[in-house]
């Protein structure tokens, strides 16, 4: 749930295939994007505040949003045919990304929207700051079907299973809770963690959850008993996002320097040989995410154009 | 533990006693209700809890180590209930960057669980923390707990900072994190003939659970 701006590596034993995805012409000066899990919609946040959508390949506007109310958090669904928007009010709104049809629109929280999270089945996750996950159906008008506790704290990131019966969400008091999603009821938890994950993310295969955040490394649990299975080898800073790969083996991770102070970087992980190689590429990502099973990239770094490639 | 008194026993004690002499158009009862209403605590202002909490921080009074850099700081305040009751069981977690602006996240340096005593009251002696990368201001990060109580996580923020530029009611808000001007408080700096170290009280209330 949290994005973060990269950079990549370059090293000598990098690994480098890139191919090209498009180039649009950018509506604003931007240094963040988020491409739409079927890659047709780019969601470019402006450096005046404002958001713009745009049809990917041809770079037409589809959606604009004013800077204020101020937003805080963007989510496509799996479909990529909504968009859900979080604000500092605490406010929701959920729209057609072809801008069609109305927009959906109530106050979920008192408390700021960190994260937006859409489920296959048309539920949306909403994660007012401090408090608890709250499960949202949006048929016709939005109601509220459960809330998930998350301790002290919001949850930090989560992940649902391919066949989208089980939820696993990481809070800020570092435990996992696993909820089955025809219930919302906590089916089991993981406490081996003493610092806050930033992201989780069940394997190709679905056996194994990746969990990975502040501790510096990548903990792999039994997806379906919770269980420790191992940890891979910790590296000197911390892991950012985990997007495992569809050939059920690779991994990629990102990871950023605690204090700020070096670029964040890519790493490409085995799980089967517990290897790790970074992974290079020719310009600095302002986007990095899974679109269609595969790793997606964008860069605005060229000035004036939006770059989107994949590997 | 000592049990503080209920604010009804404490006025028929002093009647008792013949130490207090109602004079006031309000009966006993009254009395105790404005009493109560006039010790009513605001909840501390909501703060983010992360990205660097670490469970199973040490319970320690000293965070500064000897030759540590940065000004020492003795902070220091009371946990209370809404209703002005003091929580004697409470646990006050609370974590910082140095001086320099890093978080020790391998080890647990700067965080600690600090018991309340038998007033309420927690003190620890640490560093000013410094400024980091991605967050405007200095802060102390704190997790409070008590049995019966909602948890709050909050953070303290230095009226010191520069980037309050001495008017932390009016610029709290360049940091957008912080939520209240009420988080900022003011810091007393004291010296001796060998130190120059910064005092700073932080009451906290949490709300019934
Ligand atoms: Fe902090």
Request: charged share 20%; aromatic share 8%.
């Amino acid at each position: 749930m949290r994005a973060l701006a990269l950079v990549l590596l370059c090293s000598a034993a990098a690994v480098r295939a890139e191919t090209p995805v498009a180039q649009l012409p950018l509506p604003c000066d931007s240094k963040e994007q988020e491409i739409a899990p079927n890659g047709a919609a780019v969601a470019v946040r402006c450096a005046d505040g404002t958001l713009q959508l745009l049809a990917v390949p041809s770079g037409r506007q589809l959606q604009h949003f004013p800077a204020e109310p101020k937003r805080t958090g963007i989510a496509f669904s799996p479909d990529g045919r909504q968009l859900a928007i979080g604000y500092w009010s605490g406010k929701v709104r959920v729209v057609a990304t072809s801008g069609e049809g109305a927009a959906r629109e109530w106050h979920a929280s008192d408390h700021r929207i960190q994260g937006l999270r859409f489920l296959p089945g048309g539920e949306l996750l909403v994660v007012p700051l401090g408090r608890d996950t709250q499960v949202w159906r949006l048929a016709s008008a939005p109601r509220l079907l459960a809330s998930l506790p998350s301790g002290f704290a919001e949850a930090t990131a989560v992940a649902l299973s391919a066949d989208g019966k089980l939820l696993v969400a990481a809070t800020g008091d570092t435990e996992l809770r696993f909820y089955d999603t025809q219930s919302w009821k906590q089916v089991r938890s993981y406490r081996g963690l003493v610092l806050e994950s930033f992201d989780v993310a069940f394997t190709h295969d679905q056996a194994q959850l990746l969990v990975g955040g502040a501790d510096k490394q990548i903990t792999v649990l039994d997806a379906a008993t919770g269980a420790l299975v191992r940890t891979l080898p910790r590296r000197d800073d911390v892991v950012g996002q985990l997007f495992p790969l569809n050939d059920g083996d690779s991994v990629v991770a990102t990871y950023f320097d605690a204090d700020g102070k070096r670029p964040p970087y890519l790493v490409l992980w085995s799980l089967r040989t517990a290897t790790a190689q970074p992974l290079a590429g020719s310009r600095e990502p302002t986007f990095t995410g899974l679109v269609g099973g595969e790793l997606w990239f964008a860069s605005s770094a060229q000035g004036g154009t939006l770059d989107i490639w994949k590997r | 533990m000592r049990r503080p008194l209920h604010r009804r026993e404490l006025l028929e004690n002093c009647l008792a006693l013949g130490t207090l002499t109602l004079v006031s158009p309000l009966s006993m009862g009254g009395l105790s209700e404005a009493w109560a209403a006039s010790e009513q605590r605001r909840t501390t202002p909501f703060g983010e809890l992360g990205p660097f909490y670490k469970r199973g921080a040490p319970a320690s009074n000293v965070l500064r180590a000897e030759g540590d850099p940065g000004m020492p700081l003795a902070l220091s305040g009371v946990v209370f209930g809404t209703g002005g009751e003091v929580l004697v069981e409470a646990k006050v977690e609370v974590w910082q960057t140095d001086h320099a602006g890093h978080y020790d996240i391998d080890g647990f340096r700067y965080r600690a669980v600090l018991a309340a005593d038998a007033n309420g009251k927690y003190a620890v002696d640490s560093v000013v923390p410094g400024h980091y990368p991605g967050r405007v201001a200095q802060h102390v990060h704190y997790l409070v707990t008590a049995p019966g109580y909602k948890p709050l996580t909050t953070q303290l923020y230095f009226a010191t900072d520069p980037v309050f530029d001495g008017d932390p009611a009016r610029n709290f808000h360049r940091d957008p994190l912080i939520a209240s001007a009420e988080l900022v408080r003011p810091v007393m700096i004291e010296s001796d003939p060998k130190t120059v170290h910064a005092r700073v009280q932080f009451d906290l209330v949490l709300e019934k659970a």
